[in-house]
């Protein structure tokens, strides 16, 4: 009965347990939805101020007042180098702001001057800006509409980059040689106008010459000193017939000499 219990009272635990965690994850109200219509591609450091939209829609018949309140976080600046303001037609809306590290959260402390209904959005406005010493990184924007008695009625979120000042200087050195290689001289214009200078033949530093075109290379002769190539193929052709006429004379000679007979019969001795 003991282990019956343990179990029954495990089970109710993380039964309780899901059903706290379903609530958490599923906070807002169904029935609303929170946009962001226009993020801004990136935040230059020192740069003019660029605005976040959010806009809140329902499907519920009933009206109702919302209050905005905007999470920011950053990441590379520093949470006071961002500057916020909160904006409708009139000018800049009253907020009130939290810190935490490198969060902030910044809440309405009115109403929204509009109305959401059926068919009608309730809009909010804020122009965000970076100090110019501003690190380069990113900053992420949670927009939450709240109801008037502060139940989270839905909420998105959006990010963008960050380009700082900082960053951006230091990496131009490094990155210049790849940007626009140059070539380096080799020696000054007084060194290139001294005659001692280009008599030397530097042959690390010598200017290469201009490839010959096809009429300078007609014109080359086929030899420097045109003697051992002229000679060289009619002395082997007069070789070979002086060779040829002796070997024929030669012959000639030998066929010529008279041929003395040879006694090949045996005799015997007397």
């Not at 609303?32 to 809140?56: H, K």
């Not at 910044?106 to 110019?132: E, H, M, N």
Request: hydrophobic residues 35%; charged residues 20%.
């Amino acid at each position: 009965m003991r282990h019956r219990a343990v179990l029954a009272t495990t089970a109710l635990a993380v039964a309780a347990a899901s059903l706290v965690l379903s609530g958490r994850a599923t906070a807002a109200e169904p029935g609303f939805e929170v946009r962001i219509t226009e993020l801004p591609a990136t935040f230059g450091a020192g740069a003019e101020s660029r605005t976040l939209t959010v806009v809140a829609s329902t499907d519920r018949a009933r009206c109702q007042k919302v209050r905005w309140s905007l999470i920011l976080r950053v990441q590379g600046p520093e949470l006071d180098e961002a500057e916020v303001e909160r904006v409708e037609e009139n000018g800049s809306f009253p907020v009130r702001v939290q810190t935490d590290d490198d969060v902030a959260r910044i809440t309405d402390v009115q109403l929204d001057p509009g109305q959401l209904c059926r068919g009608r959005t309730v809009t909010a406005r804020y122009r965000i800006s970076f100090d110019d010493d501003a690190d380069t990184g990113r900053v992420t924007f949670q927009p939450q509409a709240f109801s008037a008695g502060g139940t989270l009625l839905q909420e998105a979120s959006g990010q963008s980059p960050v380009v700082g000042q900082k960053s951006s200087a230091t990496e131009s050195p490094t990155g210049s040689p790849t940007g626009s290689p140059t070539t380096a001289p080799t020696g000054g214009a007084d060194e290139a106008d001294d005659p001692e200078y280009g008599e030397a033949g530097d042959e690390a530093t010598a200017t290469p010459e201009p490839a010959p075109s096809e009429d300078d290379l007609a014109a080359v002769p086929a030899s420097a000193d045109g003697s051992s190539p002229s000679l060289l193929i009619p002395g082997l052709i007069v070789g070979a017939v002086l060779v040829f006429v002796g070997v024929a004379l030669l012959i000639r000679l030998r066929s010529r000499t008279p041929k003395h007979s040879v006694a090949t019969g045996f005799h015997p001795s007397r």
